[in-house]
T-cell receptor, first 114, second 111 residues
């Protein structure tokens, strides 16, 4: 089945650091990738939608200068949390889909900012 | 926008019994309804989905029903096993693009 790989799975860093998270579709070409944020015991909250080769569309309330998204190829999207602070600590999950197919999710990245 | 509600938030069943999770949605234009299983520390995994032109879909022990008129859909798991224990999320979508997720149901199957 469709596989989406996310890296790293867990990152701990100091406040003020920028952190990059990668999302790769391993066996299909992802025309669209999505980035979600999930707080403990809560549902997934869509942050942004990105189509290959174009700028990401951010959900209301998500700072695009804080959360930089790049979808440079059909198999790779990156989310960079710039100047991360403790309140940015969360579980970040990407998903990818090809055309009209269902979204497939990565295993998430746990971000802990000290 | 779409609003998806999910009940119950927690559910405990004895091994072998059935489990039912229900979701309602608000936007009648939504036409795609996937269900995801999320285990601790992992991303959601698609377990079954249904489109609005179908009323019921079954895959082994898992089934989903959709009532478009009432705008609700349900997940049914029969003959539950301990490995079914996880958090389950429903979602509603128009065309499979933007998903609106329910708040999740933590299912515990007691051996």
């Amino acid at each position: 089945g469709a596989v989406v790989s996310q890296h790293p799975s867990w990152v701990i860093c100091k406040s003020g650091t920028s952190v990059k998270i990668e999302c790769r579709s391993l066996d299909f070409q992802a025309t669209t990738m999505f980035w979600y944020r999930q707080f403990p015991k809560q549902s997934l909250m869509l942050m942004a939608t990105s189509n290959e080769g174009s700028k990401a569309t951010y959900e209301q309330g998500v700072e695009k200068d804080k959360f930089l998204i790049n979808h440079a190829s059909l198999t790779l999207s990156t989310l960079t949390v710039t100047s991360a602070h403790p309140e940015d600590s969360s579980f970040y999950i990407c998903s990818a889909r090809m055309g009209g197919q269902p979204q497939h999710f990565g295993d998430g990245t746990r971000l802990s900012i000290l | 926008g779409e609003n998806v509600e999910q009940h119950p938030s927690t559910l405990s069943v004895q091994e072998g019994d059935s489990a039912v999770i229900k979701c309602t949605y608000s936007d009648s234009a939504s036409n795609y309804f996937p269900w995801y299983k999320q285990e601790l520390g992992k991303g959601p995994q698609l377990i079954i989905d249904i489109r609005s032109n179908v009323g019921e879909k079954k895959d082994q022990r898992i089934a989903v029903t959709l009532n478009k008129t009432a705008k609700h859909f349900s997940l049914h798991i029969t003959e539950t096993q301990p490995e079914d224990s996880a958090v389950y999320f429903c979602a509603a979508s128009l065309g499979g693009n933007q998903f609106y997720f329910g708040t999740g149901t933590s299912l515990t199957v007691i051996p």
